[in-house]
């Protein structure tokens, strides 16, 4: 089998999940990836950034057989241009079936960047990698999801874009110890020179956008009232997430016109969608049946919704968001009231 | 100052229902009524804006696609491009990203450019690496995803910058959290830019304006006068093959669970949710 390049993305390792040491959580998407690159090759991680012992025994649970980190003057920013570098410099020398880099707008320009130096075919957003008769076959979705489209490559080193959480990370039965390697990058970075002028971390307060928020938690007529409504806006910021409404709820005023959910509406397709007190009429399901995981929590037990979501609470929305909200406290290890002033 | 606007004619669905894809699996661009890419008419938009500041701005709408695809031109120029080229040739169709970026290249480098302009992302494919492919084959930087623009002189060196605001990714849990800052990145000219809808609605044109586009020049190019070779591009030259396109499977129930009022559906909810690392 040849190798598959995997471009390293760490987070912070964030607080303790239960069952889930630190490490592996600061590079979720990183052992995604490998565990999709498993299947069709030999893992090779590209670290762009620092990348120490400890980094490399947890890539190795993943799978990774070798880890490159960049030296040279790529190193020193993790810009697209350094990533893109630094993995064509590593695909220069090992020739890989394939390069996965994780889906996201950063990792978009990566990818195309990386495509054109190789002259290689590029597949965005791609839900599912796996091995088939001729090569690897990658699945995309087209059309809001309506659409799985299959597509092989037909010559050279495919790069892929992964959506996150296309696939659940597995350790491998017995893990290797990887060979790790420096390699020096002539960055040509100069020609490319982006200048970031500032940053600034968008308020605490300021809920992601329902269309690209990858939580959306949405409220209906089975919230009740408009002070009851506050609670999908806690229930929301603990997630992180967006505060959408049913066609009913966007009526009564609870919530703003633009975050009523459904066929002439907005349309979502976050990873979790949360719908309490939504009955699930065919024209709000138009707008977030796509949506990754779909739970329902609704007096009704003939309520529509509960036929097409994961998980279904039949019960109160009024007891039973105060509870999960406490135990999502629980596990994290602080108090409720954190929960939602947390920044 | 030289701007290229890059432009695509994207076709829009009669009805949610309809497929795009034509028999042999590529994006069917010729059946379909069109119209010129949301994010392109705000691109022009922004164009349009810089000319206003500054003298001797001259802005080129530049298209790759089959002949309906004009319009997406017309369009572009009724919104102020001031001319327009359009890259037609039967060795076209069925184009990957690679190859459009390669023709679009081309045609950007024969027109002589300081700023390359586009919509962020196409409404029909959604994948917004055109931009920075193209960008990459003219050896310039690239600042995607824009939602507002300016060009400014740098004060140092006296030289011509463009400067964005964008939604920009920061290490957050486990891996990088999109949109979590607000960003202003600067680059030298010349560099390419997309912006998103969010840069600001082009105004709706005055009768004049509509008027005088009718003048404005529209020259169409083939291959050969890019001097791009025919086995480079098309359904032939594509590095990917689509093998199927199939309806994706309707979702079925999961679990339903009764609560019992004292957080057992709480409980349960939370587990689930564990389990697929959503909390």
């Given at each position: ?54 980094d ?29 570098e ?27 960047r ?33 659409y799985?489209?299959?597509s ?11 959506r ?14 990887p ?88 349309s ?8 309490c ?37 039949i ?12 135990e ?16 | ?25 590529t ?92 919509g ?13 492919m193209?960008a ?10 824009a ?110 669970v ?22």
């Amino acid at each position: 089998m040849g190798s598959v390049l995997v471009l390293a993305e760490r987070g912070n390792p964030g607080s303790d999940m239960d069952g889930r040491p630190i490490g592996d959580a600061a590079y979720l998407s990183t052992c995604e990836l490998l565990t999709v690159a498993r299947r069709i090759g030999e893992p090779v991680v590209v670290c762009c950034g620092p990348c120490d012992a400890a980094d490399t025994e947890l890539l190795s649970r993943y799978g990774a057989t070798r880890v490159f980190t960049v030296a040279g003057p790529a190193a020193g920013g993790c810009t697209e241009v350094a990533r893109s570098e630094a993995l064509v410099a590593v695909a220069r020398r090992l020739r890989p079936t394939a390069v996965l880099i994780a889906s996201s707008r950063e990792g978009g320009q990566v990818a195309a960047r990386v495509a054109v130096r190789l002259d290689s075919a590029i597949i965005t957003d791609a839900v599912d990698v796996y091995p088939g008769p001729d090569g690897l076959v990658a699945v995309q979705e087209a059309c809001e999801g309506r659409y799985a489209v299959e597509s092989g490559v037909r010559r050279g080193t495919a790069v892929i874009t992964v959506r996150a959480d296309a696939v659940q990370p597995l350790r491998v039965a017995k893990p290797a110890e990887p060979v790790t390697e420096c390699i020096e990058v002539k960055s040509s970075s100069a020609a490319y020179g982006v200048r970031v002028i500032s940053r600034t971390a968008k308020p605490a307060g300021e809920r992601p956008d329902l269309a690209t928020a990858p939580v959306v938690v949405a409220g209906g007529r089975g919230v009740g009232s408009a002070g009851a409504f506050e609670l999908i806006g806690r229930v929301a910021e603990a997630f992180g997430g967006a505060v959408g409404g049913s066609q009913a709820a966007a009526e009564q005023g609870w919530c703003p016109q633009q975050a009523r959910i459904d066929q002439t509406g907005a349309s979502v397709r976050p990873r979790l969608y949360l719908a309490c007190g939504i009955s699930g009429s065919v024209r709000h399901r138009a707008g977030m049946q796509h949506a990754r995981t779909i739970v329902a929590i609704d007096k009704d037990p003939a309520a529509p919704i509960f036929r097409i979501a994961d998980y279904g609470v039949i019960g109160d929305l009024r007891q039973v968001l105060p509870a999960l909200l406490a135990e999502i406290a629980r596990r994290r290890g602080i108090n409720v009231d954190d929960l939602t002033t947390e920044a | 100052m030289k701007i290229v606007v890059l432009v695509k004619h994207v076709h829009v669905p009669e009805t949610p229902e309809d497929p795009p894809f034509a028999a042999d699996l590529t994006v069917d661009r010729i059946g379909l009524r069109g119209r010129l890419n949301e994010a392109d008419e705000h691109a022009v938009e922004q164009a349009r804006r810089i000319a206003c500041r500054r003298r001797d701005v001259q802005i080129s709408a530049l298209t790759m696609g089959p002949a309906g695809a004009v319009a997406a031109l017309r369009r572009a120029l009724v919104l102020g491009a001031d001319q327009g080229v359009h890259v037609l040739d039967d060795a076209l169709p069925g184009s990957d990203a690679l190859a459009t970026s390669r023709v679009l290249a081309a045609a950007v480098r024969r027109l002589g450019f300081d700023l390359v302009l586009c919509g962020a992302v196409s409404a029909d494919s959604g994948t917004a690496v055109v931009p920075t492919m193209v960008a990459e084959r003219l050896g310039v930087p690239s600042l995607c995803f824009a939602d507002a623009v300016r060009v400014g002189v740098d004060g140092a060196d006296g030289v011509d910058e463009v400067v964005v605001r964008r939604d920009a990714g920061a290490v957050g849990e486990g891996a990088v959290v999109e949109g979590a800052v607000v960003e202003e990145a600067a680059a030298f000219l010349p560099a390419l830019v997309s912006v998103t809808d969010r840069c600001g609605a082009p105004r709706y044109p005055s009768i004049h304006a509509v008027a005088e586009a009718r003048h404005k020049l529209v020259r169409t190019w083939a291959l050969a006068d890019l001097g791009v070779p025919r086995s480079q591009v098309g359904k032939q030259a594509a590095a990917t093959v689509t093998r199927t396109v199939n309806p994706c499977p309707r979702r079925h129930a999961g679990d339903v669970v009764r609560d019992d009022g004292h957080g057992c559906g709480a409980a349960g909810l939370a587990d689930f949710l564990a389990e697929r690392h959503l909390i």
